[in-house]
């Protein structure tokens, strides 16, 4: 199967928990606030609308270039990760860092097919940059829509770089590290 789903139900609930993490930098989209004692449901939607297809897509691509590698691929919201978003998000931090999923593997594979696992995500995020990238330089964006793929472009930019610095558990040390092993 490609999908379950419990991938399906976890990539929901990363959606719906990012939205919620990121809702007050998102409000202003909101021609008016949806609020039921406090909470913005429409400031989580619209936080959601921004931030979690670069999110889930470059979850869902490590997933499928693994699967079309011979390999198994689980998608699973990291409810830690997750947990860890929120309460930065309550403690009012200015920067908020928190690994809200990933991918398992099973199998055996080459370096080369773990390097190439390991880029396709980032290079999902720069395909979601460039796209609105573009799209923002013809000019034919209305103002109501500029912001959102204004924001939507750099939250993807953000995701490619960061993920890309060869930090040891991120997508750029994965790809580096079975890149050199690869070719040395």
Same mark, same amino acid.
């Given at each position: 199967m490609l999908?379950?789903?419990?991938?399906?139900?976890d990539?929901l609930?990363?959606?719906l928990?990012?939205?919620?993490?990121?809702?007050?930098y998102?409000?202003?989209?909101a021609?008016?606030r949806?609020?039921?004692?406090?909470?913005?449901?429409?400031?989580?939607?619209?936080?959601?609308?921004?931030?979690s297809?670069?999110?889930?897509?470059?979850?869902?691509?490590?997933?499928f270039?693994?699967?079309?590698?011979g390999?198994?691929a689980?998608?699973?919201?990291s409810y +830690?990760?997750?947990?860890?978003?929120? =309460?930065?998000k309550?403690?009012?931090?200015g920067f908020?860092?928190? #690994? !809200? $999923?990933?991918?398992?593997?099973?199998?055996?594979?080459?370096?080369?097919?773990?390097?190439?696992?390991?880029i396709a995500?980032p290079?999902?995020?720069?395909?979601l940059?460039l796209?609105?990238?573009?799209?923002?330089?013809?000019g034919?964006?209305?103002?109501?829509?500029?912001? +959102?793929?204004?924001?939507?472009?750099? =939250?993807?930019?953000?995701?490619?770089?960061?993920?890309?610095l060869? #930090? !040891? $558990?991120?997508?750029?040390f994965?790809?580096?590290?079975?890149?050199y092993?690869?070719?040395?």
């Open positions: 999908i379950t789903i419990m991938e399906i139900f990539m609930v990363m959606a928990a990012i939205g919620f993490i990121f809702s007050d998102f409000g202003r989209f021609k008016r949806a609020n039921l004692r406090g909470f913005d449901w429409r400031g989580t939607v619209i936080a959601a609308l921004i931030t297809p670069g999110i889930v897509l470059h979850e869902a691509m490590h997933k270039v693994a699967i079309s590698q390999l198994q689980t998608f699973h919201a +830690f990760g997750l947990m860890i978003g929120i =309460i930065l309550f403690a009012n931090f908020i860092f928190f #690994i !809200p $999923g990933y991918v398992a593997t099973s199998g055996t594979g080459t370096n080369l097919q773990y390097a190439i696992i390991a995500g290079l999902t995020n720069f395909a940059w796209m609105p990238h573009l799209y923002l330089k013809l034919k964006v209305s103002r109501r829509w500029y912001g +959102f793929w204004y924001v939507f472009k750099q =939250i993807n930019l953000l995701l490619f770089v960061f993920n890309m060869p #930090i !040891p $558990g991120f997508d750029g994965n790809f580096y590290y079975n890149m092993k690869f070719l040395f």
